[in-house]
């Protein structure tokens, strides 16, 4: 395997990872309102990803510093071609990390809700932007000779994008309703059980955004992941609705890992197409860096990924038990 194809292959793996922590990370920020019917059902929420939602991040910071690294053609023809949702996305992740810093730290009633709306913002944001993103690196741009984006800032919005990014936010949805059912325990545990099946209809977006790559761009392996995907939403619900939380969970771990294998299987070896003249594709031959840059890369990955990785499973071991709302001082 090239150098190419390994980092390739290593940053569908770092958005694979951010897309499976932060979802359920983001659902639970997006059903706050909803779920938490006084502060301290809210505080109950909150608290069930308080240890691990700065750990979550580090996942699209280390895609978005990879793919600047390995393919700065990539990085930059995607972000710069999408300016105003990466802002959009950054300034709302910036909001809704003060908000959960902020959020207790005056005793007020206002001055809590303030931030709650903030985190909902926060929440609600980022995964409409990364699957807008992701929708448009699969599906492309219009690109020039030179590999930059051509027509308005506003091409990477467009109907099939869009059904990338409400593919993101219905299983963020999902995977933060079952997140809840599966951490937490009495009387909300099961409000939070009922939501999540009555959510999972939010998955037929993810489901047909899949579909459409399949039509459009995809080999005729990528249909296997497809399928997996198409079988894993409902076990999920069938799980759930046996109260087998963790299975449902992992169910839906199953479906977001056929999701990426699919787009990222039928993008290969593009990294942004063109929509317009298709010798104007960006391909991890023509956007990658030198291989010295590569190699090096690959060498302090071996050390370092695997610490990342150990730190991260060790806290969510050490948090692994359920809460309710007798956890929660008044």
Known sequence: MSLETLWFCVIALFWLGYLFLEGFDFGVG???????KDNTERRLMINTIGPVWD???????VAVAATFAAFPGWYASLLSGSYLVVLLIVLALIGRGVAF???????????????????????WVPPLGVGLLLATTVLGLPLDVNGNRVGSPFEAIRWDTLLGALAIVGFSLVHGATFLALKTSGEFRERAKKTALRLFPALIPLI??????????????????????????PTAWWRLRKDRDGQAFAALGVLIVATAVTMFGALFPAVLPSTGDPANSLTIANAASSPYTLEV?????AFGAPAVLIYQGWTYWVFRKRL???HIPS
Not at 30 to 36: Q, T, V
Not at 55 to 61: A, R, S
Not at 209 to 233: C, H, K, M, S
């Open 30 to 36: 997006m059903l706050l309102p909803h779920l938490g």
């Open 55 to 61: 750990g979550n991040e580090v996942w699209l910071i």
């Open 101 to 123: 810093e902020y959020r207790g730290k005056v005793d007020s009633a206002n001055w809590r809700a303030a931030f709650d709306k903030l985190i909902v913002f926060g929440s």
């Open 208 to 233: 047909a955004f899949l579909v459409l790559i399949q039509a459009r761009e995809g080999e005729a392996w990528t249909l296997i992941p497809l399928v997996v995907a198409v079988v894993a939403a």
């Open 297 to 301: 890369m690959t060498w302090v990955s």
């Open 324 to 326: 309710s709302t007798a």
